[in-house]
């Protein structure tokens, strides 16, 4: 079974161009989340998507957008960037379809897109 | 505001035992996962507790106090592929993921 699939796996821009990440979910995963991870920071999460519909959102600013596909693929674009954005971006996706049963299952990741912008 | 702690960094011998800690503040409670990220590489899962008491797998088991708003992930029998981050996240009340910054552990020889 395939894993979580991300593209690309390094990126590099500068301020003020605008960018955008993809992922794949493992095959019948139908929630996927995103996160911003940085040195020290720990995981910082983006958004949810489930059934192509926006479920949470986490404190970043509007610059900062997501979307699912109606086959679970994922899109986050991040416009205007920033020194600041510069950081890895993780994909995660999770098997069931409501949050109770949610609760007890893991989220699995992809190797995430490394994005630097100079 | 919602917040979950460990240790920045920990050292610990190869072939020893170490316990990492995580100590959770949040709005609600929906259970704890543990994860291991080793560098460059993405984080996959450990553990995961909802009920008080010891979880264990293999050489790694994983313990809550959700009255005192706890765990730690026991590691037993140290191998030096065990050197990654390991990382705490707890599900709120909303059924969102809060995680820790995570622990970077180092094994000596």
């Known amino acids: 079974k395939a894993g979580v699939t991300q593209t690309p796996r390094y990126l590099i821009k500068t301020r003020g161009q605008q960018v955008t990440l993809s992922c794949s979910p493992i095959s019948g995963h139908r929630s996927v989340s995103w996160y911003q991870q940085t040195p020290g920071q720990g995981l910082q999460f983006l958004f949810e998507?489930?059934?192509?519909?926006?479920?949470n959102k986490g404190n970043f600013p509007g610059r900062f957008s997501g979307r699912q596909f109606s086959n679970s693929r994922s899109e986050m674009n991040v416009s205007t960037l920033e020194l600041g954005d510069s950081a890895l971006y993780l994909c995660a996706s999770t098997l069931p379809d409501t949050a109770s049963i949610t609760s007890n299952q893991p989220q699995h990741f992809g190797d995430g897109t490394r994005l630097s912008i100079l | 505001g919602q917040n979950i702690d460990q240790p920045t960094e920990m050292t610990a011998t190869e072939g020893a035992i170490v316990q990492i800690n995580c100590t959770y503040q949040t709005s609600g409670f929906n259970g704890l996962f543990w994860y291991q990220q080793h560098a460059g590489e993405a984080p996959t899962f450990l553990s995961y507790n909802v009920l008080d008491g010891l979880e264990e797998k293999g050489r790694f088991s994983s313990f809550l106090s959700r009255s005192k708003g706890y765990s730690y992930l026991l590691l037993k029998e140290l191998q030096m592929k065990d050197s990654a981050s390991y990382l705490c996240a707890v599900r709120d009340s909303n059924y969102q993921l809060i995680w820790g910054a995570g622990t970077k552990l180092i094994i000596k020889p």
């Open positions: 998507y489930f059934s192509e519909t926006q479920r």
